[in-house]
């Protein structure tokens, strides 16, 4: 039994879903945002609650009624607060500005690394090595947060590098000195 698929979905004032022609549409003050739905699992929204049910009791069905639940919440949440993540940059002479919509990173290589907005997702500087995603879509702002820590992920010996904000690096000691 799933009991997060179980849970109803409470949408706040100004926040509403609709399900029609295979997919589940919410619709908010920051924006839009729509997925498919998913075959054996029904979607009921009425008096401002959205119940989510499966038709069977099939493994397959199972899994995906509660992830069908769990996503119709970041959707909602995300179309009426949004989602919003920090990173921060170690180390001397890496820094990130603004150029446009894009965010430009000095980190160490021989030219800066320029990554562009994707639709829907806005960078934002709190000074030189503090930056921001943001946006309505969750996995995009994660994946987007995620690649920009790729380009540069904190090493251990060290702490060079773009973390999450308050992420912990677990240090390593470096070279034991000659005897």
Do not use: C, W
Request: hydrophobic letters at 35%; zero cysteines; glycine letters at 12%.
């Amino acid at each position: 039994m799933s009991r997060i698929g179980l849970k109803p979905v409470t949408l706040p004032s100004g926040t509403t879903v609709s399900v029609a022609n295979d997919k589940i549409v919410v619709k908010g003050a920051k924006g839009e945002l729509s997925m498919p739905t998913i075959q054996d699992i029904s979607v009921e929204v009425s008096d401002g609650i959205v119940k989510v049910a499966r038709a069977n009791e099939l493994k397959k069905t199972k899994s995906a009624h509660g992830m069908v639940r769990a996503m119709i919440q970041n959707m909602v949440t995300g179309v009426t607060d949004g989602y919003e993540i920090k990173l921060e940059i170690v180390g001397v002479g890496y820094r990130a500005q603004m150029q446009g919509s894009n965010l430009q990173l000095s980190l160490g290589f021989s030219h800066p690394v320029i990554h562009e907005a994707p639709e829907g997702i806005e960078f934002a500087t709190d000074g030189p090595t503090k930056l921001s995603v943001k946006g309505i879509d969750k996995q995009l702002v994660g994946q987007t947060a995620a690649i920009i820590r790729g380009y540069r992920p904190p090493e251990p010996y060290k702490g060079k590098g773009i973390r999450y904000e308050g992420e912990h690096i677990i240090r390593k000691a470096g070279k034991a000195g000659a005897k």
